[in-house]
Nanobody
Framework: QVHLVESGGGSVQAGGFLTLSCAAS????????MAWFRQAHGKEREAVAAVSADGADIFYADSVKGRFTIPQGNAKDTLNLTMASLKPEDSAIYYC????????????????WGQGTQVTVSS
């Protein structure tokens, strides 16, 4: 069974910077995609950024392009997310996600979720 643990959330002012980390355990021989989702209060959970199972492709939601980055060189069982130029609308609980498939940027494709880490951006 795959287990995901997020870390790195916190409170920052608008324009600030945070880095989230996700550590996975329990991966078997199969390859796994990994992704970051977020859910703001009263809103649906949405994909923010995702990396394909082979690590060759990265997806970013339009709302975070140019501000959020999945750094190159992540280990197979680690997914970091650097968030720059943060806005109040980025405030949400951020969840790490994974699945034994090429992509997991759709909620219905996700097989395992972390417990989430809170990000709060004040204006």
């Amino acid at each position: 069974q795959v287990h995901l643990v997020e870390s790195g959330g916190g409170s920052v002012q608008a324009g600030g910077f945070l880095t989230l980390s996700c550590a996975a355990s329990g991966y078997g021989r199969r390859t796994y995609c990994m992704a970051w989702f977020r859910q703001a209060h009263g809103k649906e959970r949405e994909a923010v950024a995702a990396v394909s199972a082979d690590g060759a492709d990265i997806f970013y939601a339009d709302s975070v392009k140019g501000r959020f980055t999945i750094p190159q060189g992540n280990a197979k069982d680690t997914l970091n997310l650097t968030m720059a130029s943060l806005k109040p609308e980025d405030s949400a609980i951020y969840y790490c996600a994974t699945a034994a498939r090429r992509w997991c940027w759709a909620r219905t494709w996700v097989e395992s979720w972390g417990q989430g880490t809170q990000v709060t951006v004040s204006s």
